[in-house]
């Protein structure tokens, strides 16, 4: 063979080697995952996370491949403090690193900041916590949410009042939050549909511990039922003094409110309080006991609280949707999104309207029984 004949296929064998290795190169596909995992709502925000994260292990695990190359899932995981204005720099930050979709934030406040900014960049992004009813009315067209919002939470509360407990009259106590004053007012809303009168509107904050003052004034109105907007951190205390005051109200709260932090914070006075959450109990979920057996193992028993489930499912549906597409470009995927149709952990056929909101979200009612949660029903009708 003539030398240069012999140098020239040795060239073309190096060349289709490479390319070889080229093609083969993994695809890195992103996401990008947002909670308040320090402070008083850390233990809600860090099981979020955790959700994510075994997800993306799972992911991992199955050795998954688009056009022809393996997929390395990744993760960014940010810590946004409940905070909107830190909730703003994250969504930049995911923006910036050009994740392939947000799961979260956790709080509803924090996913209002994020909503518009990810919409403008085109990036999905799932709410697997953030429960405001008015964050699928903000006309985007890249959101999604994998739990059913405060609406469903509200008519199944007066439903209940009005139907079990034969209430009359109601009234509302918020921390001001997006969260709970969407929660407060949707309620509020649904009472007076089914004839309850609201006889008391209160006001607290999220950093609140005393609310002597407002169940003073509650006291004297005589309200039947009372219906806290906000989480777990306020809601133990208000128990707790809604029991010394000597109150015959009951008090209902929502998803935020009814983690499973509450009875350890409220102590005997948890009896006091009736939750009504979006889904279902864990062990209720269509492939709940595996996975929180699967979860517990990897985090401990002890870390779970409430929206985990939904967070790994908010993160299937997003992989399962860039599978689907045979690309993580958003533009490619975001239409997968919309025809979503996955069975997940937290639920079968999970779908989404096209405001991006769960089709016929479950909610499940429950009360406290020797400091245990207890479900009651699961309301479908209401959602």
């Known amino acids: 063979m003539h030398r240069t004949t012999h140098w020239m296929y040795v060239a073309i064998a190096a060349l289709s080697a490479f390319a070889s290795v080229a093609i083969a190169a993994p695809l890195n596909v992103t996401f990008g995952t947002s909670a308040a995992a320090t402070g008083p709502r850390g233990p809600v925000g860090q099981d979020f996370n955790?959700?994510?994260?075994?997800?993306?292990?799972?992911?991992?695990?199955?050795?998954?491949?688009?056009?022809?190359?393996?997929?390395?899932?990744?993760?960014?995981?940010?810590d946004d403090q409940g905070d909107p204005r830190q909730a703003a720099v994250v969504a930049q930050k995911f923006i910036d690193s050009r994740v392939a979709g947000v799961i979260g934030p956790d709080s509803s406040g924090a996913s209002y900041a994020t909503v518009r900014l990810l919409d403008a960049a085109g990036i999905p992004m799932i709410a697997a916590a953030s429960t405001d009813t008015r964050l699928a009315n903000m006309g985007s067209k890249t959101f999604f949410r994998v739990i059913g919002d405060d609406a469903g939470v509200a008519a199944a509360m007066a439903n209940y009042l009005e139907k079990d407990l034969h209430v009359h009259t109601v009234a509302t106590i918020d921390d001001r939050t997006a969260y709970g004053q969407g929660l407060a007012d949707a309620f509020a809303r649904a009472a007076k549909a089914r004839g309850m009168r609201v006889v008391g509107r209160e006001y607290t904050n999220d950093k609140a511990t005393d609310f002597s003052a407002i169940l003073t004034r509650l006291r004297g109105m005589q309200p039947e039922a009372i219906v806290y907007g906000g989480t777990f951190a306020q809601a133990a205390p208000l128990l707790r003094q809604v029991e010394q005051l000597g109150l015959k109200s009951v008090v209902l709260g929502g998803d935020g409110a009814c983690v499973l932090g509450l009875a350890r914070m409220a102590g005997p006075a948890v009896r006091r309080m009736v939750c009504v959450d979006s889904g279902l109990p864990v062990d209720r979920m269509p492939a709940g006991v595996d996975w929180k057996r699967r979860y517990d193992s990897r985090f401990g028993a002890e870390a779970f609280q409430a929206y985990s489930p939904y967070s790994y499912d908010a993160t299937?549906?997003?992989?399962?949707?860039?599978?689907?597409a045979g690309s993580s470009d958003p533009a490619k995927s975001l239409p997968m999104l919309r025809s979503t149709d996955y069975n997940g952990v937290s639920r079968e056929h999970l779908r989404f309207l096209p405001n991006g909101n769960l089709v016929h979200p479950d909610v499940t009612i429950s009360v406290y029984r020797e400091g245990v949660k207890v479900p009651l029903r699961i309301d479908s009708e209401a959602a």
Not at 57 to 74: A, P
């Open 50 to 78: 955790n959700g994510v994260i075994l997800a993306v292990e799972d992911l991992n695990r199955q050795h998954l491949r688009i056009g022809g190359r393996d997929v390395v899932w990744k993760l960014i995981v940010e």
């Open 316 to 324: 299937m549906v997003l992989a399962h949707a860039i599978m689907r």
